[in-house]
């Protein structure tokens, strides 16, 4: 694990934490391990796994990562960005050691036919986590520099 982050008790149970202060724009993780798989091959039985998507119908299972304890919220500090192959959690704003890393699910998920009850707390809170299709214009534009090149390809396509 690294040392810059922890794992520790949240209001979603546990969560991810700052064990130092990041800048804006700063890498806070780098995931690795896990193994790509499609959509269909998504078990969501299995509570401890968690599902990153890098493609239209493809997944990045990382199991292990400290991404599988990365709480949502309707007011993200992090962002996804992809770049050739590498996955990077980044910071959107200044994080101050002690805060929970979250991030928006939204921003990571093209799939119609997923739901979640939010349970963020953020005064913005959207009580329904959705595709990136139903993400608000608003959001999308202030998020768009993470959200990845293939999701706001889709959003674009959708507004249409």
Known sequence: MSIDLIIAKSRNGKGVFANKDFKERGKILKLQKGKL?????????????????????????????????????????????????????????????????????????????????CNCGSKNCRKIIRSIRFLPDKLFKKYKTYIPKFLQKSYIENRK
């Not at 299995?46 to 007011?75: A, M, T, W």
């Open 37 to 117: 798989i499609s959509y269909e091959e998504i078990d969501y039985d299995k509570k401890e796994d968690r599902y990153l998507q890098v493609d239209k119908k493809l997944y990045f299972n990382p199991f292990g990562n400290l991404i599988n304890f990365l709480n949502h919220s309707c007011d993200p500090n992090t962002g996804v960005i992809i770049r050739q192959n590498e996955i990077y959690i980044m910071s959107i704003k200044n994080i101050s050691a002690g805060e929970e890393i979250i991030f928006d699910y939204s921003t990571t998920m093209d799939e119609d036919d997923w739901t979640m009850k």
